[in-house]
């Protein structure tokens, strides 16, 4: 009995994977069936079939998904390299290398262009210290610091909005020669300048006063030193001299005097305060401040003027109608092709 029960238990071990396989196919639906009654599935759950060109002592090991591996988040301090990064010294020759970080030609000739620069050298050399400068951020790790990018990514967006708004006005901020003209013809009285005289004075009560003042100057005695004597005006402080003056500032009986005398000449003249007596020093005639002296002021102002006007009517139609504005662009602007002179 011994031996029987031990030639079954060895029958058993040889044959273990058939008995299995045929224990799998027997009783697999049944198991299937009250998988379905518990987990309330609709149908019987799928079960995955031995192709029939496997043998059965050889088993099918399933395919198990690797777990996602959630990408790495970008790193804080990645926001400002598109500043920061070396080009790429193969696509273009650098410029200006300065810390580790180039600048090409082609950014020279821009800075050029934005700064409106003559030398090239002083362009090359802010270049150089903005390169230095960005490489210190790069290097000291300044960019890790959330108030400090926080603040940068501000400052960047500010700039960004100037930017795009110059450019979207850039052709209704221009300002034509005859318009500089026109200003400048307008403004011609405020560019004048009036005749002036320089004098020294002295004033007297009588025409007495002034005849014997009058005698001591001819026989040579000092113009200054009578008016600190004899004068009643204020100007005998500094010896009767005035201000240079134009036309309107005294008495016309003085005033016509004064232009009216050569440098050098002594004269004198009655009027309701008593007798000037008046030595003419220099005098200088109208002039008025050349076109080429004033015309950068002029324009300078009148593309300020239109700059903001345009601003304001980009800002209201972008308003009204953003999408318009951007498909739009490059057409009429933001004026709609209007007229933007100065009145």
Known sequence: MTLIRWQCVTYAMKNIRVIAVFAWGAFAPLLLTSCSLFCGCPEPCPVAEVPADVPPEESVTPAVPKPRVPEKSPSRSAWPRLFLESKDAGAAPPA????GLVATEEEVALALRASGAE?????VNNLRQELLILDY???SGLDDDPEFEAR???LLRSQLVQLVIAEAIEDEALVSEDEVRAVYNERRAQYTQPARVSIRL???STEAEAAAVMERLQEGEDFGALASEFSQHSSRRVGGVLEPFSRGT???ELEDLAFSLRSGEVGSVPTTRGVFIVEKQADSRESI???ETVAPGIRAELEQRKRAEAERRFLEALAADPEGMASGRGGQGAGGGQDSGVE
């Not at 200006?96 to 810390?99: E, K, Q, S, Y």
């Not at 030398?119 to 362009?123: H, W």
């Open 119 to 123: 030398s090239r050298a002083d362009v």
């Open 137 to 139: 951020l790069r290097e």
């Open 289 to 291: 401040t050349p076109y």
């Open 152 to 154: 940068a990514r501000h």
């Open 96 to 99: 200006v290398v300065a810390g």
């Open 250 to 252: 005294y008495s016309t």
């Open 202 to 204: 002295i004033l007297v």
